[in-house]
């Protein structure tokens, strides 16, 4: 017997299951999900196979986060690089059941500017969050970044995280709101705030419209509200304009980031808190302690006319965590390509 023979490590385990209703309801609503996990460094598509069963496609793209859609495909940022996405099957085209065929198209390098939240505006340029600068940007042709807006509290641009901006919400397609964990103008000063100092900002007058939030995320405005994450509770709901107050609509029991509508219902991204600092000394952990319940990770539906999770889809295993997360109407069975197998060589497409 060879001494010096090692045992395989297992292949780290993914298990994803959904509520009894979660697959059909994706047939009637004609909807796909794509969400990401930095954490792993995965981009998911979640949609149907024929036998109406859950496909689940991934791909692999360092620290991937911030994802919004276009026309005719998505945008997502990674490590220190921006994706276009480009479907490239015509309408009815299909290939082994899939719908779409995402192919990364055009890379901009950004370096890492921890971006989170993407829009596309009303003249089809990127907006995104630059979270390392503490402020809004859009793609440059010959640098990082270009900045186009900034916190009146923000005193300076540089490379500090001073308040983590990491929130957008489009309205009219304009930058209308975007959120903040604090309103602080030094470095990496936010973190004194997670438990009560997140703000939600009104982009255009530029001043605060919202308060006393615990590590909000996700603005979305939807159906003429305001609606986020008061991600350090646990609660989703909407900022009442008139009054400044947040008004709760459900708990969900994890740590919520990505938030995305389809007529009547959100849907919310789940992450189990991580053991650290940052994620420590929450609402959201007495919160679930009093429910008896501990943080999933996954996608919850959630019915914005009775506040009840309607459906949901649970991770299990190697992924924890989640960042974003989109919804692909219209599309039933998605895929992308990558870089780490041969495929993005022999995909060829014309331009008619």
């Known amino acids: ?17 959904t509520s009894r209703q979660m697959l059909s309801w994706l047939a009637e609503q004609k909807l796909s999900i794509a969400f990401t996990t930095y954490q792993v460094g995965k981009l998911y598509f979640i949609g149907l196979k024929p036998d109406n069963g859950l496909s689940v496609f991934e791909r692999s793209f360092n620290r991937c986060m911030g994802l919004c859609t276009t026309p005719t495909g998505l945008y997502m940022s990674s490590l220190y690089q921006v994706w276009r996405f480009e479907n490239v099957f015509e309408a009815g085209q299909q290939q082994d059941s899939f719908d779409r065929l995402y192919v990364p198209q055009m890379g901009y390098t950004t370096g890492d500017l921890d971006i ?12 995104f969050v630059n979270t390392l600068f503490g402020c809004l940007a859009t793609l440059s042709e010959t640098h990082s970044f270009k900045p186009i807006w900034q916190p009146f509290f923000i005193s300076k641009l540089a490379a500090e995280d001073r308040c983590h901006l990491n929130g957008l919400a489009m309205r009219d397609g304009q930058p209308a709101y975007v959120t903040a964990v604090g309103q602080c103008d030094v470095a990496d000063g936010w973190r004194e705030h997670r438990a009560g100092g997140g703000i939600v900002i009104d982009v255009q007058r530029n001043e605060v419209v919202c308060g006393g939030l615990s590590m909000p995320h996700s603005p979305r405005w939807h159906n003429g509200k305001l609606w986020l994450l008061n991600s350090g509770t646990g609660d989703f709901g909407y900022v009442d304009l008139a009054s400044g107050r947040f008004e709760p609509l459900c708990f969900c029991p994890g740590y919520m980031r990505g938030l995305s509508f389809h007529g009547d219902f959100a849907l919310v991204g789940l992450s189990k808190p991580r053991e650290n600092k940052t994620f420590s000394g929450l609402a959201l952990d007495d919160h679930l302690k009093s429910r008896n319940a501990e943080a999933r990770c996954g996608i919850q539906v959630i019915d914005l006319r009775s506040g009840d999770i309607v459906h949901w889809l649970r991770i299990e295993g190697v992924v924890e965590e989640l960042y974003d997360v989109v919804t692909l109407p219209h599309v039933r069975r998605p895929m992308a390509l990558g870089f780490k197998t041969d495929e993005i060589r022999r995909v060829l497409s014309v331009e008619t």
Do not use: K
């Open 116 to 127: 989170h939240d993407m829009a596309v505006d009303s003249d089809g340029r990127l907006v």
């Open 1 to 17: 017997m060879d001494t010096n023979e090692t045992t395989p490590a297992p292949a780290p385990m993914l298990e994803m299951s």
